[in-house]
């Protein structure tokens, strides 16, 4: 069964480092996700990323982050200068698109990879 | 705005035992989809059971099925014959037309299945 994989599973990393984060989604998914869970809290939305750029970003999704899909099954985070609290893990998620009928246009569902836990020291 | 709430931070059940786990949505756009997701203790988040506000019929996944009552906006996911591969913390989560597909997600429920 198609699955999302993300690389690494875990990383350390110095405050002010940049980081980037790896995904693999699904080969015939058209949408890609990242979202985030801090410990213990509930996962939040970071970006959504449609044709090559990005289609929605929540107030998290700061000037330090970025995506990019730099080639035809990479999906990538970067983390510009990391700071403490960007401790999390790290959701890789995609879907394909729902193109007829009532739902037009509402994405199928996301499948999650694995998640890289990043720890900010 | 929309919102997905759990109320119950967690939750026990006998193993072999039925359990509802609760959620309440609120969206103004009558296009939305309702999600479950479970995480076991080593992270990862894997897809369970969807329901499409259009759909007719409660949707059912194996041991799972969704009590959706969307008069009353609830989305509840009820596992039959609990195991204890099933003690894991469990998301509900929506995305609607106007959300480009995102999700938002409840602050979930921790379940414990008693041997």
């Known amino acids: 069964e198609p699955e999302v994989t993300q690389t690494p599973s875990h990383q350390v990393t110095q405050m002010g480092q940049e980081v980037i984060l790896r995904c693999v989604p699904i080969?015939?998914?058209?949408?890609f996700y990242w979202y985030r869970q801090i410990l213990g809290q509930k996962v939040e939305f970071l970006v959504s990323f449609y044709n090559n750029e990005i289609s929605e970003k929540s107030e998290i999704f700061d000037d330090q982050f970025s995506v990019e899909r730099p080639d035809g099954s990479n999906f990538t985070l970067k983390i510009r200068s990391t700071k403490l609290e960007d401790s999390a893990m790290y959701f890789c998620?995609?879907?394909?698109?729902?193109?007829?009928?009532?739902?037009?246009?509402?994405?199928?569902?996301?499948?999650f990879g694995p998640g890289t836990r990043l720890l900010v020291l | 705005a929309q919102k997905i709430t759990q109320t119950q931070p967690g939750m026990f059940v006998q193993e072999k035992e039925a359990v509802t786990l609760d959620c309440t949505y609120d969206t103004s756009d009558p296009s939305y989809g309702l999600f479950w997701y479970k995480q076991p203790s080593s992270g990862e988040m894997i897809f369970l059971i969807y329901q499409g506000s259009y759909d007719q019929q409660n949707a059912t996944e194996g041991r799972y099925s969704l009590n959706f009552q969307k008069a009353r906006k609830s989305a509840n996911l009820v596992i039959s014959a609990s195991q204890l591969g099933d003690s894991a913390m469990y998301f509900c989560?929506?995305?609607?037309?106007?959300?480009?597909?995102?999700?938002?997600f409840g602050k979930g429920t921790k379940l414990s299945v008693k041997p």
């Open positions: 080969s015939n998914h058209l949408y």
């Open positions: 998620a995609s879907s394909e698109v729902r193109t007829s009928g009532a739902r037009a246009g509402l994405q199928e569902t996301q499948y």
């Open positions: 989560a929506m995305s609607w037309r106007g959300s480009q597909g995102n999700l938002i």
